[in-house]
């Protein structure tokens, strides 16, 4: 069974730290990009970060630059999200999701999405 499993949402205060994780099984995790995308209440969906299969691009949001690093660890099948310095407005679903185009994946297409995780930033 293909699966994407996110975790590590939460309630954070501002300026506060989290870290996602997403767990991919059912599928070698090599062959694709991967994606951190988020949905605020009213809002379309954005992408927040995008890693290629062996970690030599990514990209950020112009929003989380400097604050957000996201790497994986294929061999394990995992992919990270590291949130710092968090803000109120970073309040959302975070979705995980892998793509085998890497410029799909740049126009918010994947292949397979995750359930995804909330992350609420407040005081």
């Known amino acids: 069974q293909l699966q994407l499993v996110e975790s590590g949402g939460g309630l954070v205060q501002p300026g506060g730290s989290l870290r996602l994780s997403c767990a991919a099984s059912?599928?070698?995790?090599?062959?694709?990009?991967m994606g951190w995308f988020r949905q605020a209440p009213g809002k379309e969906r954005e992408g927040v970060s995008l890693i290629t299969r062996d970690s030599s691009t990514t990209y950020y949001a112009d929003s989380v630059k400097g604050r957000f690093a996201i790497s994986r660890d294929n061999a394990k099948r995992m992919v990270y999200l590291e949130m710092n310095s968090l803000k109120p407005e970073d309040t959302a679903h975070y979705y995980c999701a892998a793509s085998y185009n890497w410029g799909r994946l740049r126009v918010g297409e994947a292949d397979y999405w995750g359930q995804g995780t909330l992350v609420t930033v407040s005081s």
């Open positions: 059912g599928f070698t995790l090599d062959y694709y990009a």
